[in-house]
């Protein structure tokens, strides 16, 4: 198999994904998730090339830069950055076959760096 793949890069400190909370109104998604994963949306969509198809099986890899040492689940970050990237990217995260992530340190610049690779099944030659 070949991969085509594009590279993301959202700028700040990257968000987990955070449980839904219970409102007045109902269930909601905290603000800070909604926001993050608005920015990795416009991000992707900035990065996705002409005539980008969401068909098809994807790999993710995700790079957390973190401004400091607190501890983070970076799984909560997976799960908000595959979120974000619904519509633009493909149309389902269950179309991710597999995902990476890693956490790091960066105080200068935190960010979330993302490669998606879709994956193109390999013609037969002969």
Known sequence: MSAIAIY???PGKPVGKERP???KHGVYT???TKKFER???VSALE???WGWSREGRFDIEVSCYFPDLHRRDVD???KSVM???KGVIYDDDAQVS???VKGMLDRERPRTEIIVRRLVAAVPQG
């Open 8 to 10: 993301i890069t959202v």
């Open 21 to 23: 909370r219970m409102g």
């Open 30 to 32: 905290p603000t800070k």
């Open 39 to 41: 920015l990795v949306y």
């Open 47 to 49: 990065r996705r090339p």
């Open 76 to 78: 909560n970050v997976l």
């Open 83 to 85: 979120d974000g990237m």
């Open 98 to 100: 597999v995902a990476k």
